[in-house]
């Protein structure tokens, strides 16, 4: 397939937002290192160091995937165990999608006895298939939840059945959860070495759960690799992926280092959620790849449109001038309504006579774009055509391959998180 | 009452994270400024210039909301129909409270025609009292929702029948909201004047839905009465509210201008939500009290604990270090579940046998501020003894007095939003 996102970056340009913007020259200047960078990124894949642009063509995987889906298509409702790069893309792709044929409910983001409770109190368990994802198994949220309603589920159903109602999601050789579901005869899908959480959004960790729901996993995979292809194929000056990086770098060196994505779709609420880990986590480092401690990393900020208008675009219009906005516009909507001529009721509102809800969430996208760049704030834009699994497979592969790019520019590692340790051992110090 | 709330400062001063944090001559240096942006606060507070602290004593609006509440008792759902300030404290607060009485569907706070579409798929109006929420009526998103739905309603059930089921709150005399509940002889509840929505969590706005759903609306008064109470007797220096203003004003001079909420509890994820926009709406603006243009604005961030450890701590601890933290910690839960013995079939789990829920969740918030103030990132901690109606209040006018006394001290005018006008304008413009 072809691609079909769009990025229109004009309001990142000085012509339009001035010296906060990128200058024809700031971006010539970047094209060798662009080119570097992608050239970094294409030999990690090939390498098999990084292996988040191949899982797209892994056909045993989605022929895995379909075959256990069949194989458990017993349950109505999957409970989805996991936390960071193991919930956030099958929260985020099941809220844009609406699979309507398994009803997915995550659990394991939180140590929260009430939220545990109040999602147990929903579910009967003896009818839910439970899809408990870790890489190492030590991750302590998820596997303390699970082994919770794993404890609850066989005194309910007995260890046989409960083993027959879990799927454990982890490394292919060794860790905990591993171990463990050899032991107790758990069905298993890998979580592949080389792709760390954050980017395993199309391997079997986000798309077994959409699968089972319904979500249409071709579909992802497709979209994913024509964005990857077309990365891959040009000059990354005409790449919209590659553009979107060095803008963003540009950007942070002008020391615009928040940035804000901010959907135009409440479907793509937790979409943001979902780049706000890529983007934190991936850059936000103490040393570069030389050992140089660097501190580095944009503060990334999941909003939406059009809501936070009235919540953020204050401080965003007329606050200081250190942050940068992407929206993201979806062409089509699924749905649309059509305001009544009763509008005309209301005299300061007949304006919208005869116009939908699509045509005013337009507008609103637009008149906020215009009054942000004529207050000289950076902004662009991200154009899907509408929300389908095909488009948002792009969407996923579009900000991976930013954040890979953004890693190259910055010259940090974008695929570790060392900085996360000292909290964990203290909090099993505190125990 | 007694107020139940504490602030934990010690790791926003210098002593624990160096020369990023609040020195005791910082503080000391402050008092005059405290002292006065106090004053300022009250005077407005009794000149009537700013209504939000004595609506905390308004028996007659407990009164009002309770004899609607059950006038219209007929209802299992309650559609409240607002944007910003009209629903987000309702939002907060009914995630917080979990009020069973009646069911709350919020709508109107985007133009999302999928969206809309999905929400009413699911209710039954003619079952469903609708509470519409503008202070003018002009506010584009909720009235193009409400005259969507209010056409669907009418007919199903005819216009007599409608207007029945419709509560519209706002202005108390004026505006096109008021015109219309007149004429077509809606019931009504009054936006106060001289208080701008985002400080209206405890009027009409957001108490009626509150109330309706069966929260303890006086409770809520209570609670809000305490914390003002306490800011209102004792020198600003020892007030818990004062002291986080002054600390946050500090950390914004010395360049630390992203502050992150991280509440840690499910039920106070919708409340970091409620705080976003108190604080960036009110604080964001282009110039001070004097004219100056100024840029001013610290950009609040809602993160949620534990969830976030997996996803933006890597950032927090290593990043750059232009950020605060203030996390905020339940004492007691009201549900808890104790790790089964099984975590000994994990060996690196092993440290949780005996351990619950509650237990993780307050080690891993003490881990995760410990380990930010080795790392030299100022951060902070309210704590509440647990959620009920009184902490809530409580917390919700913490917040209120924190962002006014920010806003003395920043010396602008932290009530109006002058910067979303243009956005206005230019959407009627394309449309």
């Known amino acids: 397939m072809k691609t079909t996102l769009r990025y229109d970056s004009a309001n990142m340009l000085s012509h339009r937002v001035g010296r906060f913007g990128a200058a024809p020259e700031d971006l010539r200047g970047l094209r060798n290192r662009l080119a570097r960078a992608k050239r970094a990124i294409v030999e990690r894949s090939e390498a098999g160091e990084q292996g988040w642009l191949s899982c797209l063509d892994d056909a045993a995987m989605v022929k895995r995937i379909r075959d256990l889906v069949k194989k458990k298509a017993a349950y109505r409702t999957c409970l989805v165990i996991g936390i960071g790069g193991s919930d956030l893309a099958a929260r ?56 919770i309603v794993r404890d609850r589920l066989e005194r309910r159903a007995g260890k046989r059945q409960a083993a027959n109602q879990i799927i454990a999601t982890t490394d292919r050789e060794s860790g905990s959860l591993r171990e463990l579901a050899e032991r107790e005869g758990y069905d298993t899908l890998p979580v592949p070495k080389n792709i760390g959480g954050r980017f395993s959004a199309l391997t079997d960790v986000g798309l077994f759960p959409l699968a089972y729901a319904g979500a249409d996993m071709r579909g992802l995979l497709a979209g994913g690799r024509a964005q990857r292809d077309a990365f891959l194929r ?11 990086a060095a803008l963003q770098y540009l950007a942070y060196l002008k020391r615009r280092r928040i940035h804000v994505l901010m959907p135009y779709a409440e479907r793509l609420r937790e979409f943001a959620f979902w780049y706000r880990q890529l983007w934190a986590e991936s850059l936000g480092k103490k040393t570069d790849r030389r050992g140089n401690v660097v501190h580095v990393g944009p503060t990334p900020v999941a909003a939406l449109g059009v809501t936070d208008q009235h919540s953020q675009l204050q401080l965003y219009v007329e606050g200081p001038n250190d942050k940068i906005i992407t929206c993201i516009e979806v062409g089509t909507f699924d749905d649309d309504a059509a305001l009544p001529d009763s509008v005309s009721d209301i005299p300061s509102l007949a304006y919208l006579k005869g116009k939908t809800l699509q045509d005013l969430i337009h507008a609103e996208r637009k008149a906020t774009v215009t009054a942000l760049a004529r207050n000289k704030r950076p902004n662009g834009t991200v154009h899907l055509p509408n929300i389908t699994a095909e488009t948002m497979g792009e969407l996923i592969v579009f900000f991976e391959l930013a954040t890979a790019m953004m890693g190259e520019l910055l010259n940090i590692n974008a695929y570790h998180q060392p900085g996360v340790e000292e909290g964990k051992r203290l909090t099993k110090q505190y125990l």
């Open 92 to 147: 985020a792709l099941s809220k844009a999608l609406k699979p309507g044929e398994k009803k997915l409910v995550f659990a394991g983001a939180n140590t929260d006895p009430d939220e545990l409770a109040g999602i147990l109190s929903e579910l009967d368990l003896r009818k839910t298939l439970i899809n408990v994802i870790s890489k190492s198994g030590d991750t302590v949220e998820p596997m303390a939840t699970f082994l």
């Open 234 to 244: 040009g000059k990354p000056e005409k790449n919209p992926t590659a553009l979107y």
